[in-house]
T-cell receptor, first 111, second 109 residues
Framework: EAQVTQNPRYLITVTGKKLTVTCSQN?????MSWYRQDPGLGLRQIYY???????DKGDVPEGYKVSRKEKRNFPLILESPSPNQTSLYFC??????????FGPGTRLLVL | GQSLEQPSEVTAVEGAIVQINCTYQ??????LSWYQQHDGGAPTFLSY????GLEETGRFSSFLSRSDSYGYLLLQELQMKDSASYFC??????????FGKGTRLHILP
């Protein structure tokens, strides 16, 4: 089954404790993105990647890091999480000019 | 800059027709997409328009006018399960997808 998976689905952590949210897709897509969704603000892109070892900042990259060492994986790293990073996070993948497929989402609470 | 405008909320009656509008401003336009998101779920793709005109997929249709930087999603024969948020999204020449803030559709029985 073609899908995008994210882990963990839910996470509660404390300020400053490094965390990684994993994302994996099995569709051999070149493009992958991370979004955060907050009430009233829609989906805002954090980072995206057009291929292995090619990443670029989205609209809200501050406080986040990503890497794309393999085509299927695109982890999101929060080196020192802060409460304003409490949000719902979605990973997504697509081919160029094509439909974007979203993962199930990760709910993060930073205390 | 780049921006998309869509109404924050729309209310309609079960069985009726509703139109959700989207206007956009972007640097180089490739196409306009629509996504549906139910509460607690992930966005799912509904339609994509690269050329002017109407695209129909079952009860849902999407329209694009590139000259007016405008598009809409038309939902017919509304069902209660159509209650969700709907996002328009632009694919621009930088190969980025930019989302609007979403329209919450309320359906009354």
């Amino acid at each position: 089954e073609a899908q995008v998976t994210q882990n963990p689905r839910y996470l509660i952590t404390v300020t400053g404790k490094k965390l990684t949210v994993t994302c994996s897709q099995n569709m051999n897509h070149e493009y992958m993105s991370w979004y955060r969704q907050d009430p009233g603000l829609g989906l805002r892109q954090i980072y995206y990647s057009m291929n292995v070892e090619v990443t670029d900042k989205g609209d809200v990259p501050e406080g986040y890091k990503v890497s794309r060492k393999e085509k299927r994986n695109f982890p999101l790293i929060l080196e020192s999480p802060s409460p304003n990073q409490t949000s719902l996070y979605f990973c997504a993948s697509r081919e160029r000019d094509k439909t974007q497929y979203f993962g199930p989402g990760t709910r993060l609470l930073v205390l | 800059g780049q921006s998309l405008e869509q109404p924050s909320e729309v209310t309609a009656v079960e069985g009726a027709i509703v139109q959700i509008n989207c206007t956009y401003q972007t640097s180089g336009f490739y196409g306009l997409s629509w996504y549906q998101q139910h509460d607690g779920g992930a966005p799912t793709f509904l339609s994509y328009n690269a050329l002017d005109g109407l695209e129909e997929t079952g009860r849902f249709s999407s329209f694009l006018s590139r000259s007016d930087s405008y598009g809409y999603l038309l939902l017919q024969e509304l069902q209660m399960k159509d209650s969700a948020s709907y996002f328009c999204a632009v694919l621009n020449r930088d190969d980025k997808i930019i989302f609007g803030k979403g329209t919450r559709l309320h359906i009354l029985p």
